[in-house]
């Protein structure tokens, strides 16, 4: 299959690439590793009259520490968060959610920002985003604006970007020394999207209560969406029976719909024994660091 007849720009600033969005508004598409624009181009689900390719302004394509955060530059690229020691000790959930994403050969060229701006609802990075509080850096002619990865996923294949911005960058929070991460997922086939996916962050307090502990979901709804075990049951602790029973509450909220690929009622039943086992295996990690 071939993609519909496009213009491409190659602009070198932040300037030059925020003139073009202004000017082409909703004809223009942002092209950076290409892993999730090029095939709806191919099927011809988007047809842009206009590709605005990033890859030449300079400053995209590296990472930061910064506040307590890490900045992930629109231009980094997947294969980063599982091969870069420094990032995947500042960001230790990624490294066990990437290698679900695709191949090697996808990783290399996909990049992190992309994926997530992609928003498939069964992707792996959105999810991450979600649970960790990610924000992105949306750059335009009249101005930036920072916006929660909450806010920033609206419905699937739609976030909250306007025509004539682009997203610079995503800022995560690092993870604290006694976090507990976990990221498990159901597909087909390794490489596929997922069926049901759960990111987990266990979080203790002084007294050794999990309230701040959180899990988000993919694949069982049109966004991402997260939970947490605070707003579930305050102050018992987490224990096996806590942990099955805060799966079961959240399984019965999710309303997935069937498909070719799983029936709804599947996808709880998965969801609730994944949430379960990643709660369990994030809260043993945080009580190995204790």
């Known amino acids: ?66 506040n307590g955060g890490v900045c992930i530059g629109a231009l980094v690229r997947q294969r980063s968060l599982e091969r870069d020691r420094a990032l995947m000790a500042l960001l230790p959930l990624m490294p066990e959610a990437v290698p679900f994403i695709g191949h090697p050969a996808t990783r290399t060229r996909g990049t992190v920002v992309g994926s997530m701006c992609h928003a498939d609802p069964a992707a792996e990075l959105p999810v991450c985003a979600i649970l960790l509080g990610a924000t992105f850096l949306l750059r335009s002619k009249s101005g930036d604006r920072m916006v929660s990865a909450q806010d920033f996923f609206v419905d699937a294949l739609t976030t909250a970007t306007r025509e004539d911005e682009f997203v610079q960058e995503i800022r995560i929070p690092a993870a604290l020394p ?4 976990c990221f498990l997922e159901i597909a087909r086939r390794h490489g596929d999207f997922a069926l049901v996916s759960v990111a987990c962050l266990a979080r203790a307090d002084a007294d050794g209560f999990f309230d701040e502990t959180a899990v988000a979901l993919g694949g069982v709804g049109p966004r991402a969406n997260s939970f947490r075990f605070g707003d579930f049951s305050s102050r ?36 609730s024994h994944l949430i379960e086992e990643a709660l369990w295996t994030a809260t043993r990690r945080v009580q190995t660091r204790r």
């Not at 999730?36 to 988007?46: D, E, K, W």
């Not at 018992?236 to 029936?263: N, R, V, W, Y």
């Open 236 to 271: 018992i602790g987490l224990t096996k029976q806590s942990a099955a029973e805060f799966a079961s509450h959240i399984a019965d909220q999710l309303d997935p719909e069937s498909d070719m690929q799983a029936t709804a009622e599947y996808r709880r039943s998965i969801a």
């Open 178 to 181: 006694k976090d507990g991460y």
């Open 1 to 66: 299959m071939k993609p519909p007849p496009f213009a491409y720009v190659a602009p070198e600033s932040f300037e030059e690439c925020t003139e073009l969005l202004a000017h082409y508004g909703d004809d223009a598409k942002i092209i950076a590793g290409g892993q999730s624009l090029m095939p709806l181009l191919n099927l011809r689900m988007v047809r842009p009259a206009v590709l605005i390719d990033i890859a030449r302004i300079p400053g995209l394509e590296s990472w930061r520490r910064e």
